[in-house]
């Protein structure tokens, strides 16, 4: 587990303001009904009482879990015995489910729970990069006394003010010790360790002169095409969708992902026609069973 500390805080915030804010939405969009279609791995499948429901879009991590997604059609509990959990009422559990969908129905054409074994899951989240080519003499601490816990939070506070900003985040490829199996807790999260990252859609190098006021340690200002708040505004509109399940901004790419049951490239048109080829990225949680 990595330590909780002071830069741990703004390591969690700098993600959230990365992923954007992840909203969801009632079930949706249109696709070919004849189209056979999977979930390709196991998804949850929800029953509080309503019918099951295909928890495209994940379920709450509370006992009992909560969800939105497609109405199964063809479903049967009895079908499944020993195969789900139930609490308070409501039924769950994770399939691999295949079917038609047509609008907000999902015909269940075949449920089944993958027993095949799984290779263990690394502890280790992968670490985001910097997008700047390092400068002469690698990455490096230029200002000891503005390299701490402190001033980077501070840095980031004024990142945040830069008219032009488009997100930031902490890359912390550039410790060796978190390649160690046996790291410390320690290791993580080293002020003298990590480059802060700033994209802004504008001047890098004013953005930069600015904040070296604050932060002495590795920093990396690229340039986005646009700004956090203007995807966030595509957000709040594109989320009205009846088609979108759930949405959040990526910063390192600079782009809206929303995520759908399933798009076989209208939604996605629409939304380039709308705001630009890359703006914003449809991505389908349902694929072609063959």
Not at 131 to 156: F, M, N, Y
Request: glycine residues 10%; charged residues 20%; proline residues 8%.
């Amino acid at each position: 587990m990595r330590p909780t500390t002071v830069l741990s805080v703004l390591l969690l915030t700098v993600v959230i303001t990365g992923c954007g804010s992840e909203t969801t939405a009632p079930a949706g969009g249109a696709t070919d009904p004849d189209q056979l279609l999977t979930t390709g791995h196991p998804v949850t499948v929800l029953d509080d009482g309503d019918g099951a429901e295909l928890c495209l879009g994940g379920a709450t991590d509370t006992l009992p879990p909560q969800c939105s997604g497609p109405k199964l059609v063809g479903w049967s509990w009895a079908e499944h015995e020993g195969e789900y959990e139930d609490a308070s009422g409501v039924r769950w559990g994770d399939f691999v489910v295949t079917g038609t969908l047509d609008g907000e129905e999902f015909t269940v054409e075949t449920a089944t729970v993958d027993r095949r074994d799984q290779p263990p899951s690394s502890p280790d989240v992968p670490l985001p990069s910097t997008p700047c080519p390092e400068p002469p003499g690698g990455w490096r601490v230029l200002d000891a006394s503005k390299t701490t816990q402190q001033s980077i939070e501070t840095a980031h506070a004024q990142a945040l003010q830069l008219p032009g900003y488009a997100g930031a985040w902490i890359d912390q490829s550039i410790n060796p010790a978190l390649h160690e199996p046996d790291r410390p807790e320690t290791a993580w999260n080293d002020p003298t360790k990590l480059v802060l990252n700033v994209q802004v859609a504008g001047d890098p190098g004013a953005a930069e002169k600015l904040l070296r006021q604050w932060w002495g340690g590795a920093l990396c200002v690229s340039e986005a095409i646009r700004t956090e708040r203007e995807l966030l505004r595509i957000q709040e509109r594109v989320q009205d969708l009846p088609d979108v399940l759930s949405s959040g901004v990526s910063t390192e790419e600079n782009r809206l992902t929303v995520r759908v049951a399933h798009d076989e490239g209208t939604l996605q048109e629409q939304l380039d026609e709308e705001y630009g080829e890359g703006v914003v990225v449809v991505e389908s949680l349902l694929r072609p069973a063959s």
